[in-house]
């Protein structure tokens, strides 16, 4: 004769297992904090060494400081980059490099769901002209999201002064470019604040951003053969041999003021 009581324990039991399955999920999802300070008194002795140190859903947190860096986030899935303070005292600064020929100040390469946020990205100046990006390059595998930035005073001698998605970029399609500040970025022969190539899996998300006093080719941004969402964005003051903005692809642009830059073409 089956006894009531352990048809109770049975139930029991197979209701917490599939809890503590659930909960053991969440916390093996939530990733690891990697403390950085400037004195190399943190979890780590540098940004460099926590991002190397960290595995898929991990956040570096910075705190307030100026890193003279040239960062690379190379396949990790669900990784954040985040300052503890703000943009305006967590400076990441390109000059002097360490890899002259690949100069950007943050390379995101392979990671999918990647989070920039919340610093000042600064003076990169890649040496040749296959740097592309200046202050931040991204390359394939995933969306990313870049937000809250102030990038500035970087340059690119071939393309994306500010920010490049260079080719190839499968997977970006769903990417955010949100709230940043694209200031004084230079490049000669193309987009001086930011380029895209090639991304024609979904939208690129590009809004509330701000676009002044970039030089270039492309004063404000050029996509070529990609489909991108253009929203809510200030172009004020930039300068270009060609047109502040050249979008040659699918998408939507919308709301955007676009007022005081100079250049060559009607598009300014």
């Not at 990733?31 to 190399?40: E, Q």
């Not at 307030?64 to 303070?85: H, M």
């Not at 809510?232 to 676009?258: H, K, P, Q, W």
Request: charged content about 15%; overall charge negative; glycine content about 14%.
């Amino acid at each position: 004769m089956n006894h009531p009581h352990f048809h109770s324990h049975v139930c029991r039991l197979f209701l917490v297992i599939p809890l503590l399955c659930v909960l053991f999920a969440a916390v093996t999802a939530s990733g690891r904090t990697w403390y950085v300070l400037p004195d190399s008194t943190g979890d780590a002795p540098d940004i460099q060494a926590a991002i190397d140190s960290s595995g898929d859903g991990d956040t570096v947190l910075v705190a307030a400081g100026t890193y003279y860096v040239n960062l690379q986030i190379t396949g990790i899935t669900d990784f954040t980059l985040i300052s503890e303070s703000g943009p305006e005292v967590t400076i990441l600064d390109g000059s002097p490099s360490f890899n002259p020929q690949y100069r950007q100040v943050v390379r995101v390469f392979q990671s999918p769901d990647a989070l920039v946020e919340g610093f000042t990205i600064q003076n990169a100046n890649p040496s040749t002209i296959a740097g592309w990006g200046g202050g931040i390059r991204i390359i394939g595998g995933g969306r990313v999201t870049i937000r809250g930035n102030i990038i500035r005073a970087n340059n690119s001698k071939s393309r994306g002064g500010g920010l490049a998605f260079s080719n190839p970029c499968e997977g970006c399609g769903g990417s955010v470019i949100e709230g940043n500040q694209f200031i004084e970025n230079t490049c000669s022969n193309n987009a001086a604040g930011i380029w895209i190539y090639g991304v024609d899996d979904g939208c690129v998300f590009i809004k509330n951003n701000l676009f002044q006093g970039n030089v270039g080719g492309y004063g404000g941004i050029r996509a070529e053969y990609s489909n991108i969402i253009l929203t809510n964005n200030i172009f004020m003051a930039n300068e270009s041999t060609s047109y502040c903005l050249d979008i040659v692809g699918t998408g939507r642009v919308e709301g955007n003021l676009v007022v005081l830059n100079e250049g060559g073409g009607d598009r300014c």
